[in-house]
T-cell receptor, first 115, second 113 residues
Framework: AQSVTQLDSQVPVFEEAPVELRCNYS??????LFWYVQYPNQGLQLLLK??????LVKGINGFEAEFNKSQTSFHLRKPSVHISDTAEYFC?????????????FGKGTKLSVKP | GAGVSQSPSNKVTEKGKDVELRCDPI?????LYWYRQSLGQGLEFLIY????????KSGLPSDRFSAERTGGSVSTLTIQRTQQEDSAVYLC???????????FGPGTRLTVT
């Protein structure tokens, strides 16, 4: 079985500062990893994904994440945040191997960007 | 193009009533997923469809929950005899084929009073 741990439930940061949202996963098989963002009263929007290949993945809105197999991590980073980045961010994993292909989500990290 | 749509966006119902939640996936997407998002449980997977078939229903919380998909398109999640613990946001997602990234709808917020 897979699991995802998002180490920080809330991350406050000032506008234009860098941010890192941490995500660790557990799995006995190869995984595919995703970051989704949820703005208030909206559904989930895909930020970026790691399926294979380069371990540094770039997504929308200037976000990037690095897959680290040895540390079983997939941390999300942005070098300079904006007020509009205030939202909840979810890390998710799936395997697509003998599974239902459903996503296993972390508990989420609320990013609060202050002026 | 049009994304995943869900209706209603909000539903308030009395305990014991039945409710139906609808999901319209992105056109051409063959896989469809239902999730539930609640404060206590986070995001939970409920069920998925490949075409009209749901191979495994073990993610559904109880036998009060059922889902169907017709014509390889629209899906309906039905909750019978609703309970207060059913209050949550129900999210639907679709993907082009099974195993591709999932695109989510805006959700249906269900409140059971």
């Amino acid at each position: 079985a897979q699991s995802v741990t998002q180490l920080d439930s809330q991350v406050p940061v000032f506008e234009e500062a860098p941010v890192e949202l941490r995500c660790n996963y557990s799995s006995s098989v190869s995984v595919y990893l995703f970051w989704y963002v949820q703005y208030p009263n909206q559904g989930l929007q895909l930020l970026l994904k790691y399926l294979s290949g380069s371990t540094l993945v770039k997504g929308i809105n200037g976000f990037e994440a690095e897959f680290n197999k040895s540390q079983t991590s997939f941390h999300l980073r942005k070098p300079s945040v904006h007020i509009s980045d205030t939202a909840e961010y979810f890390c998710a994993v799936t395997t697509y191997e003998g599974s239902q292909g459903n996503l296993i989500f972390g508990k989420g990290t609320k990013l609060s960007v202050k002026p | 193009g049009a994304g995943v749509s869900q209706s209603p966006s909000n539903k308030v119902t009395e305990k014991g009533k039945d409710v139906e939640l609808r999901c319209d996936p992105i056109s051409g997407h063959t896989a469809l997923y239902w999730y539930r998002q609640s404060l206590g449980q986070g995001l939970e997977f409920l069920i998925y469809f490949q075409g009209n078939s749901a191979p495994d229903k073990s993610g559904l919380p109880s036998d009060r929950f059922s889902a169907e998909r017709t014509g390889g398109s629209v899906s309906t999640l039905t909750i019978q005899r609703t309970q207060q613990e059913d209050s949550a946001v129900y999210l639907c997602a679709s993907s082009l084929i099974f195993g591709y990234e999932q695109y989510f709808g805006p959700g249906t917020r269900l409140t059971v009073t």
